[in-house]
Every structure is written in C-alpha cells, then in structure tokens.
C-alpha cells in the first residue's frame, strides 16, 4: 500500500536530516582523530574533569530531590502540608546555582573550576572557611582519568564515549551509595536500558550476551539475597544492587559476570575486614555494595576478564 502523498515529503526529510546528522557526526569523529594525541587526550582529561564537576552536583542533590519525592508523596497521602526543608522551592541538577553548604555562599565562576578551585582555596570556603570535602575533587579527578582512559583504549570512538558515560554512571552512583546506603532507580534502570542499546550492534557484547546478562545480573543477586535471608533472617543487601549488577551485565555480557563478582565481593570483604579491625565500623554494621559492584565492572570494562585466563579459561 502506497504512503499518503502529504507523508512522503516529511518521510524524505527526516530520512534526509539523519542522513545529514549521521555524516556531521562522523566528521566531527575524523576531525578528532586527526588531532595530535596529546591533544586528544588533553581535550579528554578536561571533558572528564567537566563532567566529573557535574558529578559532584549530583551526587549531593538527587539523594535531596528523592527525599523531597518522598516526603511529598506521604504529605498526600495523609493530606497533610510537606515539611520545610529550608531550600529553594525549585531545587534540581540545574538551578539554583552551587552554594557553600555551610554559610550559603554562592559559589563564582572561579570557585566553580574543577580540582583548580579546591587548590587555589586550599580545600576551603572563601567566605566562611568551612572544609570542604576532599571527595570532590577526588571524583573529579577519577572522572577525567576514566575519560582519558576510555580514549586511550577505545581510541576517538563511540565506544570511547560510551564507555566513559559507564563509569561516569559508576562513580556517581557508587558515591551516592556510600552517603546514602541507596542505589536510585533513576539511575540503574536507564543504565540498564543503555547498555541494552549500546548492545544492539555488539559494542561491547552481543545483544544476546547484553540480554542474559541483565537477566542473570539480577537473578544471581536476588538468589542469593533471599538465601542470606532465609539463613541469617536479615537482609544481605538492597534491591539496587541486583540492578546495578542487571544494568553492568546489559553492558559487558553475561559472560563478565562472575569476574565481576568475585572482585566485588573480595574487595568488599577486604575493606569490611580493614575497617572492622581499625575501628572505622562494627562487624554487623551494613557495608554499601555498590561501589564494589561499580569497581569490578569498571576494571571488567577495561581489563577485560584477565580471571578467566588465570583460571585457564
């Protein structure tokens, strides 16, 4: 059956538009790889120190607009006005502009500038002389170093890129799960859901690979949550971890799995030891998971599965 004539023009351009935006990509994908690779890798280190900034801004403020979602929700629930938090009515990622948790400084252009500032203020406020926490610039640096590695490894590709926004998505996440003990849907399910697309030519596992890997990701965490459960009548770990681990099993493959695994659950065992011993936690005392998980997808992302060749597989 023949299109309407009024949709065949409209077809032509879209067809036309991704045509053209499908080349302006691929030209700006050349235009970069022929710059010299100091430059390339320069350019990458700021692009990471960039987001890394933006990072921060999440890991402090989602938590906050969550527990806004929440309140508000019971406040309609027992038809009651929500509590006053004390912040700006409007309060997301974008508005309203950084400010000292302490003294509410509104922070200027130079105080904004990644590790720079921390430096030139000596990880101070500038109005009120408060600490500021050694993690921001720390993420910050962590971010530009996954950005220059990405491209070291991936060279000036897609998959360079989207390996990036994994680990940009980890260290996020593993940040907000240390504060807060949670792991937010809003951030493991589009995980998820982009390392079900990224897969859908096979950048980084073929779709069937992505798809068992998201399947048995949640499966072999919920598996064993219950069982913790069942033997020791406590809950082992959250719900967000099983979605985390579905999420870097959609991205890496089933395949990655036990690697991943394996190095979340050795190291987690290693820094809970550590830090039971020295005093820094007690032995019953919960140990955040995530960043575990996130630790062994990245190096998963970037070793590949070095275990499997250890072990003769």
């Given at each position: 059956?023949?299109a309407p004539l009024?949709?065949?023009?409209?077809?032509?351009?879209?067809l036309?538009s991704?045509l053209l935006q499908?080349?302006?990509?691929?030209?700006?994908g050349?235009?970069?790889?022929s710059l010299?690779?100091?430059?390339q890798?320069?350019?990458?280190?700021?692009?990471g120190?960039v987001i890394?900034s933006?990072l921060n801004?999440v890991?402090?403020?989602?938590?906050?607009?969550?527990e806004?979602?929440?309140?508000?929700?019971?406040?309609d629930?027992?038809?009651?006005?929500?509590?006053n938090?004390g912040?700006?009515?409007?309060y997301n990622?974008?508005v309203?502009?950084?400010?000292?948790?302490?003294c509410?400084?509104?922070?200027?252009?130079w105080?904004?500038?990644?590790?720079?500032s921390?430096?030139?203020?000596?990880?101070?406020?500038?109005a009120?002389n408060?600490?500021v926490?050694?993690?921001y610039?720390?993420?910050?640096i962590?971010?530009?170093a996954?950005?220059?590695?990405a491209?070291?490894?991936?060279?000036?590709t897609?998959?360079?890129?989207a390996?990036?926004?994994l680990?940009?998505?980890l260290l996020?996440?593993?940040?907000?799960d240390?504060d807060?003990?949670?792991?937010p849907d809003?951030?493991?399910l589009?995980?998820?859901?982009a390392?079900?697309?990224v897969?859908f030519?096979?950048?980084?596992?073929?779709?069937?690979?992505?798809?068992?890997?998201?399947i048995f990701?949640?499966?072999?965490?919920w598996?064993?949550?219950?069982?913790?459960?069942?033997?020791?009548?406590?809950?082992?770990?959250g719900?967000?971890?099983?979605?985390l681990?579905?999420?870097?099993?959609?991205w890496?493959?089933?395949?990655?799995?036990?690697?991943?695994v394996l190095?979340?659950a050795v190291?987690?065992?290693?820094?809970?030891?550590a830090?039971?011993?020295r005093?820094?936690?007690?032995?019953?005392?919960?140990?955040?998971?995530?960043?575990?998980?996130?630790?062994?997808?990245?190096?998963?992302?970037?070793?590949?599965?070095?275990l499997?060749?250890a072990?003769?597989?």
């Open positions: 059956m023949q009024s949709l065949v023009p409209e077809t032509s351009s879209s036309l991704g499908g080349r302006f990509a691929a030209g700006l050349l235009a970069f790889g010299p690779a100091s430059v890798i320069t350019f990458a280190i700021v692009f120190l890394g933006f801004v890991v402090h403020r989602l938590p906050i607009m969550l806004r979602a929440w309140r508000a929700e019971i406040s629930a027992i038809n009651e006005p929500p509590q938090d912040l700006p009515a409007r990622l974008w309203p502009r950084s400010a000292c948790p302490h509410g400084h509104v922070l200027s252009a105080e904004n500038l990644p590790v720079l921390y430096l030139l203020l000596r990880g101070r406020c500038s009120c408060a600490h926490s050694l993690r610039p720390l993420l910050e962590a971010s530009a996954f950005a220059a590695g491209l070291a490894l991936f060279g000036p897609l998959t360079a890129l390996a990036f926004g680990c940009a998505a996020a996440m593993s940040a907000i240390i807060t003990h949670l792991l809003s951030m493991t589009p995980l998820l859901w390392g079900i697309i897969n030519n096979g950048m980084f596992a073929s779709l069937h690979d992505a798809v068992l890997g998201a990701g949640y499966l072999v965490l598996v064993l949550y219950w069982l913790f459960r069942l033997v020791r009548g406590v809950e082992g770990m719900y967000g971890d099983f979605k681990l579905a999420a870097l099993g959609a890496l493959g089933w395949a990655a799995l036990p690697q991943i190095i979340a190291t987690g065992a290693v820094v809970g030891l830090a039971t011993w005093g820094r936690m007690r032995f019953e005392e919960p140990l955040p998971f995530g960043p575990f998980l996130a630790a062994g997808g990245a190096l998963t992302l970037f070793l590949g599965t070095p499997y060749r072990l003769g597989g």
